[in-house]
Nanobody, 119 residues
Framework: QVQLEESGGGLVRPGGSLRLSCAPS????????IAWYRQAPGKQRELVAV???????SYAGFARGRSTISRDSAKNTGYLQMNNVGVEDTAVYYC?????????????WGQGIQVTVSS
């Protein structure tokens, strides 16, 4: 079973930073694109940032200017860095990654990881 393993969540102090990681397991397939979503209690899931295989990296308005989405090809791992977090950033964060399987591409979702911003 192919899975996306997320890490780096937990408690973050207001004004601090979060750094989430997303790495596939159960496969040797390469990550070719990544996006991060989040869902706060009682709200719909929303896009945070996306780094497509081809095209321009984009950020949601609330993330733009303080966030960085990236991939490390050597480690086959994707990341989300977000600085100056506030209580409103509390949510379950989901990694959505494209993996290259031979000549085909498949999308996978992480299980979600809790980020709680609190003093």
């Amino acid at each position: 079973q192919v899975q996306l393993e997320e890490s780096g969540g937990g408690l973050v102090r207001p004004g601090g930073s979060l750094r989430l990681s997303c790495a596939p397991s159960g496969t040797t397939s390469s990550m070719t694109a990544i996006a991060w979503y989040r869902q706060a209690p009682g709200k719909q899931r929303e896009l945070v940032a996306v780094a497509p295989r081809l095209g321009t990296i984009s950020y949601a308005g609330f993330a733009r200017g303080r966030s960085t989405i990236s991939r490390d090809s050597a480690k086959n791992t994707g990341y989300l860095q977000m600085n100056n977090v506030g209580v409103e950033d509390t949510a379950v964060y989901y990694c959505n990654a494209e993996l290259r399987e031979g000549g085909a591409y498949r999308m996978y979702w992480g299980q979600g990881i809790q980020v709680t911003v609190s003093s």
